[in-house]
């Protein structure tokens, strides 16, 4: 185990699995020279070469689908689009290309292809800089979508990733960056299409993934020390596939559920989780699904209304004393600050 | 302005051919910047100007080439025709089954285009690497997948060369590099141009070929696909098969600059036009554009045909006009080769005919095979979900629950 940031987690798998597989190269804008807008990449055009890790011109749809074209033939492009905002300019290429080429075919071609790029929001970057729209990807099947929310998890599902012969979009975040954790020094793959419960407990589901498992963990902890809570905590880890039987057990357990998401609520990834729950766990249920999610706004600028938009942690704390009160439990206090 | 009137514009004078559509319309212009340009630039000394339509000065001062005046070997004439007949055949087959519903979906022939596909695939090397649009059978045909396994993929069976999951317009086969047909306008651009790389990343002296519609040049795809092409020097041909019309749009009435070519000056890439119709013009052009590619510079050709029917088969093309159907049906390439080889006296007129029936019948065949081949078992459906099996991928028929559901009267809270 070594002590990380989510960051150099990523440069450090992506690093191995160049020196791992000449097949692996890295493409995307700044990435080189400029070494990453937030530096993922640092280092690796001075150690690997033009060659691998090629700095694009500004042109998603272009170099994205150079990637799955490249993939095609046996390459495993790691593309980075800078925000996942600027993916919305590759989408032909990854909706109706990489995601449909290997069954359209009749499973002639694979595309081991990945897309890292970061979602996130809260950094001032206003209205289409700050979006969270990981949900176009995961709605497509054909497509993977990982979302790590620790720096071992990074890890582990960009191995997972980088291995894999299908597209996957690999959602990062920008607040998460910076985040610390342990991360093995083994290079075993975390397994795409799982979520981990990353807290055990019985009182209520708490669900999220990438920074919003993130939050959880921490709120969840913080409750057990203030208010005695005993809340269980899952990250999905994997949007798609999605971990439907995980989440239910855990709901048979706690008969409670509150998913935290970064995206919007209507349509939303939440959304898909508490249908899942009501189709899995409906009796089990004693109280309805409860989601906290961005509000439904073009994100603005200013930082006041930037933070009214997002989720905050009384947010979350809110929801979920409501949602236990709902069960009919009394509880001391609402709304504290735990931040 | 049509693709007969852009034909119309250009011309070199070539000695003793047959038909005076074709001594009219080899042409070709290479670009003004082109660094390395594989063939030699050739001033046409004449411009036969038939301009009495409406054509944008540009296209007018545009630098004109004559095609190579290599002697025309009569066995690969020969061959062009029996591969133009097959095409020929083969989408009439296609068009009758899809009144039959045999055919479902779009379809899109390639009837008028026979001599642009046998030219341009007769280029590639088997190694070399094809993307194209949804107007693709013939193209199928010319890489060498079997007639019996393209018609089957148009009627949806388990013998398809996509096994029934593309349909006519995603046919695909990594054994004849036939790296798809592909629906959405100007899809295949970005792919063959990674395609290219994953070439030139392993050093390999493979080609991709990437041929488009005239209206492809008009989507961002084009452009971001041809800067990465030139900007990394990659083996890649782009063709813009260009017939004059998208769907029912003409050229005109969409691209500001409608000599396709002309494009590939804003990437410094070579480039040239040719008449389509004549499938040893198309074939040499090809040579020289897959020659460019191979020696690592990118290369765009424009080759000018005529769509002989509608957009798809069941567009009536309503839009043109008697006159020019007329004018387009004139301009045939298929009979006009048939004209050349007995009026060069290659082929006796039996022999011409002989060849159309063995034509027909591999194309009857192909039906015959169609019709008989399995369609997909339903137990198949998530075949091809993932290439690598993942944890709870989804294989839920529509009417499933997602979880089992109890009878009330059964449910048990566990508490």
């Known amino acids: ?138 709605f497509v099947p054909g497509m993977k979508v990982v979302a790590p929310s ?5 890890k582990a599902l960009l191995l997972a990733a980088i291995r894999d012969d299908d597209p996957v979009l690999f959602l990062e975040n920008l607040a998460l960056y910076n985040t610390k954790g342990d991360v093995p020094d083994d290079d075993t793959p975390a397994e795409i299409g799982k979520a981990k419960i990353t807290r055990e407990g019985h009182d209520l589901t708490l669900i999220g993934y990438s920074r919003m498992a993130y939050v959880a963990r921490n709120i969840a902890e913080a409750l057990a020390e203030s208010e005695g809570l005993d809340i269980e905590v899952i990250d999905l880890m994997s949007l798609r596939p999605l971990d439907r039987a995980t989440l239910v057990e855990s709901v048979k357990k706690t008969h409670a559920a509150v998913v935290l998401e970064d995206d919007w609520l209507t349509y939303g990834i939440g959304a898909e989780i508490a249908a899942s729950i009501s189709d899995g766990a409906f009796d089990y249920l004693d109280a309805p699904v409860r989601r906290v999610a961005m509000a439904e706004v073009p994100m603005p600028y200013s930082k006041n209304l930037e933070s009214a938009a997002m989720p905050t942690n009384d947010d979350v704390i809110n929801a979920i004393f409501q949602t236990l009160e709902a069960v009919g439990r009394r509880l001391k206090k609402i709304g504290q600050s735990h931040d | ?68 005046t290599k002697k025309v070997d009569a066995a690969q004439l020969v061959q062009f025709y ?29 009837l008028g285009e026979e001599a642009t596909v046998v030219g341009l695939m007769s280029a590639l090397r088997e190694t070399d690497y094809l993307f194209t649009n949804y107007r693709e059978h013939g193209y199928a045909l010319m890489r060498g997948i079997h007639p019996n396994h393209a018609m089957a993929e148009l009627y949806g069976r388990v013998d398809g060369v996509s096994k029934g ?23 295949q651009l970005p792919l063959a141009t990674g395609a290219a790389l994953a070439i030139d990343y392993r050093g390999l002296d493979e080609v991709v070929m990437c041929t488009m519609g005239d209206g492809t040049v008009n989507i961002g795809a084009f452009h971001e696909s041809l800067n990465i092409a030139a900007l990394w020097k990659l083996p890649v041909v782009f063709v813009v098969i260009n017939n004059g019309l998208g769907m029912g749009t003409t050229v005109d009435k969409s691209s500001a600059e409608p000599e396709a070519y002309k494009r590939a000056a804003a990437y410094q890439m070579a480039s040239e036009r040719v008449d389509g119709l004549d499938p040893v013009l198309v074939a040499e052009a090809a040579q020289r554009a897959v020659a460019s590619a ?18 798809s088969v069941v567009d009536p093309a309503k839009y043109r006009s008697p006159e020019e159907v007329a004018k387009v049906v004139k301009l045939d390439p298929v009979p006009a080769l048939a004209n050349r080889l007995v009026k060069e006296k ?44 993942v944890a709870n991928d989804s294989r839920r028929r529509p009417g499933d629950p997602l979880f089992p559901v109890i009878p009330r009267y059964n449910v048990e809270v566990a508490r």
């Open chain 1, 150 to 154: 620790t720096p071992a998890d990074a």
């Open chain 2, 1 to 68: 302005m049509t693709a007969d009137a852009m034909r119309s514009t250009k011309a070199g004078a070539k000695p003793k051919a047959p038909s005076p559509r074709t001594t009219s319309r080899q042409k070709a212009a290479s670009a003004p910047v082109a660094k390395k340009v594989a063939a030699k630039k050739v001033v046409a000394k004449k411009v036969v100007a038939k301009e009495t339509v409406a054509t944008p000065p540009a296209a007018r001062k545009a630098p004109v080439r004559r095609a190579a």
């Open chain 2, 294 to 311: 191979r020696a690592g510079q990118p290369f765009l050709l424009e080759v000018v045909c005529e769509r002989l029917r509608g957009h």
């Open chain 1, 1 to 138: 185990m070594t002590i990380k940031t989510y960051r150099q987690a990523l440069h450090d798998t992506l690093r191995e699995e160049m020196l791992r597989d000449e097949s692996v190269f890295l493409m995307g804008e700044e990435i080189g020279v400029f070494e990453g807008s937030y530096k993922i990449t640092a280092g690796l055009l001075t150690e690997f070469g033009e060659k691998r890790v090629r700095d694009t011109p500004i042109a998603e749809e272009g170099f994205t689908g150079a990637a799955i074209g490249a993939a095609m033939l046996g390459l495993r492009p790691v593309v980075e689009i800078m925000t996942i905002n600027f993916s919305l300019l590759a989408l032909d290429q990854i909706v109706n290309h990489a995601a449909k080429i290997y069954g359209m075919f009749g499973g002639q071609a694979k595309v081991p292809l990945v897309i890292r790029t970061p979602g996130g929001g809260g950094q001032q970057l206003g209205a289409t800089h700050s979006q969270n729209i990981e949900l176009y990807y995961a």
């Open chain 2, 346 to 389: 290659i082929l006796t007129a039996v022999q011409v005919r002989h060849i159309d029936e063995e034509e027909t019948a591999r194309a009857d065949a192909a039906d015959a095979f169609a019709r008989a081949s399995a369609v997909p078992d339903v137990s198949t459906l998530f075949d091809y979900n993932y290439a690598t099996p």
């Open chain 2, 82 to 110: 029996r591969d133009m007949m097959l095409i020929r055949r083969f989408e009439e087959r296609s068009a009758r089954a899809y009144t039959e519903a045999l055919i479902g979906g779009y379809c899109h022939l390639n």
């Open chain 2, 165 to 187: 999951w593309g349909g006519s317009m995603h046919m695909f086969d990594m054994t004849h590099r036939l790296l798809g047909g592909y629906g959405i306008v100007g899809g």
